[in-house]
């Protein structure tokens, strides 16, 4: 899955994942989300445009200035894949425990 | 957090996530794990090491052999990290539709 790749590499970048945790608590405007980072703007911008790929923001023109906003679709996606995986093994590991049990049981009886 | 940029980072590849998948599903040596990749061993091994060194599986030697296993603590660190952000913006569309009903039900009375 193509999209499973882009997603994970955008949050593999801690600038990225800042502008995630901003956008989190409402839209922003480029200049606005760049602030804190003391990044030269068009450095800045191809983090925006790895996250607007992905589709992890989007972005919309109001008037003269663009507006960011996240979206949470690929992160579901990418948090299912991560949840499935690490249940799917605890759930083995679980399984291993109640045979080690029994077994123990088995051998004390 | 340099945890979550290699967590993250090892995630981004689909031979790295399959190896996951089989590993799921039980602990594997490395020539069992390579086998349906059809890639050169070295560069498999790489792979490996990727995922070994940001702490998502483990391995031992057992004997001659060398044993892959998931190690499932870096995963629920991603996907907490996903599930804040997730959860964090969606509470604030929730917030924002409630505001948007009570505004249409003043307009209305």
Do not use: I
């Not at 992160?75 to 605890?90: F, I, N, P, Y």
């Amino acid at each position: 899955m193509a999209t499973l790749d882009h997603v994970f590499q955008a949050l593999s970048n801690p600038t990225r994942r800042d502008v995630l945790t901003r956008l989190g608590r409402g839209p922003a405007a480029m200049t606005e989300l760049a602030k804190p980072f003391g990044m030269a703007l068009p450095s800045f911008l191809q983090h925006l445009q790895v996250l607007e790929k992905c589709g992890l923001v989007r972005s919309q023109k109001k008037g003269r200035v663009r507006v960011f906003e996240l979206e949470t679709q690929p992160l579901r996606l990418a948090e299912d894949w991560m949840k499935t995986h690490r249940e799917q093994w605890e759930a083995r590991l679980n399984q291993l425990d109640a045979y080690l049990l029994t077994m123990e049981k088995e051998t004390n009886d």
